[in-house]
């Protein structure tokens, strides 16, 4: 693998058809939508019983069961007409530790936007982000229009941190940002981590309405809400000044670089003189890879970037670099104040 998450030379027996198979995949994805695994439980269930508890037909249902067993995903007893989902296959049940269920549902945010890499050339094509070519409106709007699919969403940021919030927490020295503002903080997941770690701090979270009450629910379960809050807005507008930390964690990302701009500038605004803008992203090459790069352009129009290209970026909206920290495995954070106007 280069610097980039690029793989030069894959093994040499790997056939391109089977890489492109899509019958796999979307059985695999069908399976955990229809919770085969929940419904048929570590004892089994015939094809018949299956196909009633999930609304199907039992003649179909009973071809894509077929190869789930093909694939070593179930396991068909003969004598009892029984599939029973394998240790493999049980990474896709609600309660399997792994926690794929929720990037496999169709019915979930993020098994929902996978389905539109089959309109990735559309975005090739003309530039368009797949899934608003897929769905009609953008991945936010989408998801705030549907309250399942928003939850979903935050359970999966949550899930996606979960060995790594607690490294940011203790890795980067918070200490120094009495007031922090954690924008597009989602449900709260990192600055819950943050404040439980540093019992001085206090902090808000700036997000779209749902997110924000999600993280005000969270913070309030916590025992944190006497330190902790949310602001429900968009970091496209004026967002609060006056906090020691501006916290931009996995949100570039989602952007393309004009829109990224956008929500620095405000970032550097609300920060002049003395904040600290904390951008914590995946660099390409350490923590993400070319197909994430593929994901974030297809689903987002976003891009996972290089530390220069971040900088870069920063530097163009009056910020610049105060340090680099290897927050995580898969994380670095680069902090950036305002640059004076006599020296930009
Ligand atoms: C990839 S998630 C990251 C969440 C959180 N920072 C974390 O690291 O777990 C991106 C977040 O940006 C938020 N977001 C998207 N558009 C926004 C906007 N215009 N203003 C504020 N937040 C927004 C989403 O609601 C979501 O919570």
């Known amino acids: 693998m280069d610097s980039l998450g690029r793989v030069n030379s894959p093994p040499a027996a790997q056939s391109i058809l089977a890489m492109a198979d899509l019958a796999t995949p979307m059985s695999i994805r069908v399976a955990a939508t229809l919770s085969l695994v929940e419904h048929a439980g570590s004892a089994g ?14 003649p179909v249902l009973r071809r894509l069961l077929d190869h789930l067993v093909t694939i070593g995903a179930f396991a068909f007893d003969p004598d009892s007409g029984h599939y029973r989902p394998t240790d493999l296959g049980a990474q896709m049940g609600q309660d399997a530790p792994q926690g794929f269920k929720i990037l496999l549902d169709m019915a979930c945010a993020g098994g929902r936007a996978e389905l539109a890499f089959v309109d990735l050339l559309e975005t090739v094509t003309t530039g368009t982000s797949a899934y608003v070519h897929r769905y009609g409106r953008d991945f ?9 699919l928003r939850r979903s969403f935050d359970e999966q940021m949550s899930w996606r941190f979960r060995d790594q919030v607690a490294q940011i927490a203790e890795r980067l020295d918070w200490s120094r940002f009495p007031e922090i503002l954690d924008v597009g903080g ?6 819950e981590a943050v404040l439980r770690a540093h019992p001085t701090l206090r902090g808000r979270v ?3 309405a ?4 999600a993280a005000v629910e969270r913070f309030t379960a916590a025992g944190l809400a006497d330190r902790a809050g949310a602001v429900p807005g968009s970091f496209f507008d004026p967002i609060p000044a006056g906090a020691d930390a501006y916290v931009l964690s996995d949100i570039l990302h989602d952007w393309d670089d004009d829109h990224s701009r956008r929500i620095l500038t405000e970032c550097r605004r609300a920060a002049e003189p003395d904040g600290t803008v904390v951008v914590i992203e995946p660099i390409l090459g350490s923590g993400t890879s070319t197909g994430m790069d593929l994901f974030m352009l297809m689903c987002f129009n976003g891009h996972e970037r290089t530390v220069d290209e971040l900088i870069a970026l920063a530097t163009g909206c009056g910020l610049h670099l105060t340090a680099t920290t290897q927050v995580s495995d898969g994380r670095t954070a680069l902090e950036f104040s305002p640059t004076p106007v006599d020296n930009q």
Do not use: F, H, M
Not at 45 to 52: E, H
Not at 210 to 213: D, F, G, T, V
């Open 140 to 148: 936010w709007t989408d998801i705030d229009a549907d309250p399942k």
């Open 210 to 213: 749902p997110s924000a009450a």
């Open 206 to 208: 700036l997000d779209l």
């Open 45 to 58: 269930a015939t094809a018949g019983q299956l196909a009633a508890k999930t609304g199907t037909r039992e």
């Open 186 to 191: 989602g449900n709260g997941t990192v600055l």
